[in-house]
Each structure stands twice: as C-alpha cells, then as structure tokens.
Nanobody
Framework: VQLQASGGGLVQVGGSLRLSCAAS????????VGWYRQAPGKERELVAE???????NYADSVKGRFTISRDDAKDTVFLQMNSLKPEDTAVYYC??????????????????????WGQGTLVTVSS
C-alpha cells in the first residue's frame, strides 16, 4: 500500500487548506490514519488521527481549527485546516497503522506505531 499526500501550498494567515491522503489500496486496511507535521529544526509531531470507527485525536495546538475525516469509498483521509497560523508551517505527512487504533489497542501516538508513511506535502503560512 502506498499513501499519497497532497493539497499543500502557500496560504495567508487565517486562511484554509484541505490536505488529502490517498491510498493506493483500501485505506480501510489501516486501523488508524494520522497526519504528522515537521517544521524545520523540529521533531515530527502528531497533528490528528482517525480510526476506522471514526474515533479522532488532535494535538492541542490544532483543536478547534483542524478537522480530520475519511472517505473509505475514495480510500482517502482528509485534513481540513482553518484559521491557519505561521506556526502551522511545516511539511505534513500522512501515515497508516495496521495494529494501533484497532480493537484492544490504543490510538497510535508515536511514529513507530505507524507502519506506512506517505511523502510529505509542504504547507507555508505567510504573515
């Protein structure tokens, strides 16, 4: 399975972007799909994640501004980003977990708990 992230770009402060993570095969094969981001000189951090049962988890810094959703018929997970801030500037990656996020397992919160990673898409928020 391959994951293809897209939708990044340049946006002004307060603007919106919608990122897409498309799977080459059934995205429902992943128990959880997450979005991470990595800014220059910083560690990769979890932004949002969603399980097959639609349980979601967000970083405190994006709560109320970002919304993660999935469309299994299109094998795609989306990240709607509103009220963007300069500190949201980063390369955004999507990832899939085969085990964590499933029955009996917690939501994945560490990068090693994700099994597949897509290439990143750059989001730049200008002030």
């Amino acid at each position: 399975v391959q994951l293809q992230a897209s939708g990044g770009g340049l946006v002004q402060v307060g603007g919106s972007l919608r990122l897409s993570c498309a799977a080459s095969d059934s995205i429902a094969s992943f128990r959880a799909v997450g979005w991470y981001r990595q800014a220059p000189g910083k560690e990769r951090e979890l932004v949002a994640e969603i399980t097959r049962s639609l349980t979601t988890n967000y970083a405190d810094s994006v709560k109320g501004r970002f919304t993660i959703s999935r469309d299994d018929a299109k094998d795609t997970v989306f990240l709607q980003m509103n009220s963007l801030k300069p500190e949201d500037t980063a390369v955004y990656y999507c990832a899939g977990a085969y085990i964590y996020g499933g029955v009996g397992y917690p939501m994945p919160t560490e990068t090693y708990q994700y099994d597949f990673w897509g290439q990143g898409t750059l989001v730049t928020v200008s002030s």
